[in-house]
């Protein structure tokens, strides 16, 4: 067997306090020869960002809304864009509390002209986007047997997750291009590298973004403009709430997420991930028999959630959705990804 292949097994095998090591490790950035010689250079969060626009879409909560007081208060200029102006307004103070600067765009992502009408105002407003954050995503945990019925669901993640965020991509890049500056970043997923099960839906719509941008990357290198693609792990924002075993995950919080997103702004790596996300990307490479092993036994571990299955009766917080201590290890040894 190949050592990533023997690592991963020993991982899933381990016991509950060599799991718990591995979950304290931090994310760590992908080999990446221009990400190295930029973090040798050094540079800071206020060096990349001072007086430059950046974009976030899904900024009126959880990772989004972490992201921008983090950059604002390091002196980018913010414009915050989601659809309920009303949160993004309260996203704005959060910001201008901390000494940031900002301003609000509402737009639905999933209608195609309302990004292009709001990606023209962004520049009318500003002149530019220095960085865009495309951030806002649709996740759908679901077995594929409760799927037969539900291709909507498979339509839905790949409007908001693959369609708007190439929309958005299409209107700003030209600028970019023009200016031969710009930077832009793509929130996918850690499943897109373990390819976990029930995230179907969630985790193709990711990929196609992800390979997407790896062959627009190619065609743009020359302009000065970067892509990054960050594998986020499980990070805990309302997105995943209504997964109760969830509760009882390692996660983590949209302060950590959003610190990921400023080292990519730092350092502006072509890919940004976990130790265990990379890890699986080796092994499943070498060994996918393994790797259909190990999500196997996450799939048989963890059930559908009460939401998947369409049940809203009442019950008793947690009844169907427990997680055992093997259960709780496995989570913990695999830290970071949503079974």
Known sequence: MAPAGKQLRRLVTAPANAASKLANRPIAIAADPFALVDRVRGGSLEDAVKDRVVLITGGSSGIGAAAARQIGAAGGIIVLVARTLAKLEEEKAAVEAVGGRADVIPCDLTDMEAIDEMADEAIRRHGQVDVLVNNAGRSIRRSIALS??????????????????????????????????????????????????????????????????????????????????????????????????????????????????????????????????HLASVADAITPQL???????????????????????????????????????????TRGVHW
Do not use: C
């Open 291 to 333: 790797m259909d092993a190990v999500r196997y036994r996450g799939y048989s571990m963890f059930p559908d959630s009460r939401a998947a299955r369409g049940d809203t009766t009442p019950a008793p917080p947690g009844a169907d959705e427990t997680v055992g201590p093997v259960g709780q290890a496995f989570a913990r040894a």
């Open 148 to 277: 037969y019925d539900r291709f909507h669901d498979f339509e839905r993640t790949m409007q908001l997750n693959y369609f708007a965020a190439i929309r958005l991509i299409l209107r700003l890049l030209p600028t970019m291009r023009e200016r031969r500056s710009g930077h832009i970043i793509n929130i996918s997923s850690v499943g897109v590298q373990t390819r976990v099960p029930r995230f179907a839906g969630y985790i193709a719509s990711k990929a196609a973004l992800d390979t997407w941008s790896d062959a627009v990357q190619a065609e743009v290198h020359g302009d000065n403009i970067r892509f990054t693609t960050v594998h986020m792990p499980l990070v805990r924002t309302p997105m995943i709430s209504p997964t109760k075993l969830y509760d009882r995950f390692p996660t983590l919080t949209p302060e950590e997420a959003a610190d990921t997103i400023a080292r990519a702004i730092i350092h502006r790596p072509r890919r940004l991930g976990s130790p265990f996300g």
